[in-house]
């Protein structure tokens, strides 16, 4: 944690925001959750100076105000809150709405990662970290997410049909084989992209940590695990006995089924 103060500051002291900005200029609102004031307060300096909106509060009673008040595109949420929990509050943002949730968590709080996963968090920050790590991850996630929303992208849009169901790229959306949709985190519409653009080929943790989040994964991240069997879930695709995304022991996972592309 002092790291991450030390760290902060300094980039807070070191970094301007560039003179002119233009109207072009489009400025992402981050809702920043997190019980430590000192860490909040330099947190939201730091993400000002990277030409955020930041909106930052203390516990989830004052974030679920915040969230019903706003329109936010990203959260950062701390995991230990005082009162309710950041899981707690996880649980009714992803009630409410798909918006992107990037965790921060400690180093002892695996199982708490876990969870928040399956929630359908996209993405988390172990403390101490350093903040420019963050910034990184909160672009990253808000590329994904926005990329196929810029206007001109319709061109590239694609269908993808396997197994009865149907991925519509254009409008980032599952539809079930009766035409219903469900719906996708912006984790869970990523991975199951890249295992569309590659079927009937073997993807390790790695390399699919590597197409999504660009970084490795260590030996206790159970990441690609837990979006993996949440993805199952949602394509009602049993684990024990999956056939659309099969588990391959000691390699990683297969979508093993055929892919037509339109």
Known sequence: ??????????????????????????MPHILVVDDDREIRELLARFLERQRFRVTAVRDAREARRAYLNGHYQLVVLDLMLPGESGIDFARWLRGESQVPIIMLTALGE?????IGLELGADDYVTKPFNPRELVARIRAVLRRVGE???PGRE??????????WVLETSRRRLLDPHGVEVPLTGGEYDLLLALLDRPNRVLTRDMLLDLLRGRQAG????AIDV???????????DGRHAQIIKTVRGGGYVLAVPVERS
Request: aromatic share 6%; proline share 5%; no cysteine.
């Open 227 to 237: 979006a993996i069997s949440r993805l199952r879930r949602k394509l009602e695709d």
């Open 155 to 164: 061109s590239s849009a694609r269908l993808y049909r396997f197994a009865g």
């Open 148 to 150: 196929n929303e810029t």
């Open 110 to 114: 695996e199982p708490d990662r876990i």
């Open 219 to 222: 030996p206790f991240d159970r």
């Open 1 to 26: 944690m002092i790291i991450l103060r030390k760290e902060m500051q300094r980039r807070a002291q070191s970094e301007t925001i560039p003179a002119i900005v233009t109207a072009m200029d489009i």
